[in-house]
């Protein structure tokens, strides 16, 4: 009598198929919203690297217009780095920024490449040349534009 109540007290172990079915939904589910989030990054990376271009250049008009003093924004696309000059090329080295992205062109608003690659922003009134700043990383693409009547600087 006693072993016929220990067999129907033996407790069942290991996982039923719909459990196991479940975890494996749940596993999947995370990995894509992480796969999807690192995917992200680098369009988040190539734009983060845009607005430090945008807030360097606009900086620079904001010098030119308040020292009355001509400031130049030279960009290296070799080595993915650019100066920010008071005066001329030749002039004070204000700041130095390395892109984390590729820095692919300067081109004029019809697409022709600008050699030197470089903005210049006068004084008074902050007026510049018309150019565009092309940026690349990780498939994403950014461009900003500088417009050179108001020294106005976007991302487009």
């Not at 069942?12 to 749940?26: A, D, P, S, W």
């Not at 290296?76 to 820095?103: A, C, F, M, P």
């Amino acid at each position: 009598m006693l072993k016929a109540r220990e067999s129907k007290i033996r407790l069942k172990t290991g996982f039923t198929l719909i459990e196991l079915i479940i975890v494996i939904v749940i596993i999947a589910v995370i990995t894509t919203a992480g796969l999807v989030s690192f995917s992200s990054i680098s369009s988040r990376r190539v734009e983060a690297e845009a607005r430090k271009v945008i807030s360097d250049l606009s900086w620079a008009r904001k010098e030119a217009v308040s020292r009355h003093k001509k400031y130049t924004v030279d960009f290296d696309t070799n080595n993915n780095v650019y100066d920010v000059y008071e005066g001329d090329t030749s002039g004070i080295l204000v700041k130095r920024q390395n892109l984390d992205v590729d820095l692919v062109s300067i081109t004029d608003f019809s697409g022709t490449s600008i050699l030197p690659a470089r903005v210049t922003f006068n004084y008074p009134l902050g007026t510049a040349q018309d150019r565009i700043v092309n940026l690349s990383g990780g498939g994403k693409t950014r461009a900003v534009k500088v417009f050179g009547e108001t020294g106005y600087v976007r991302m487009e």
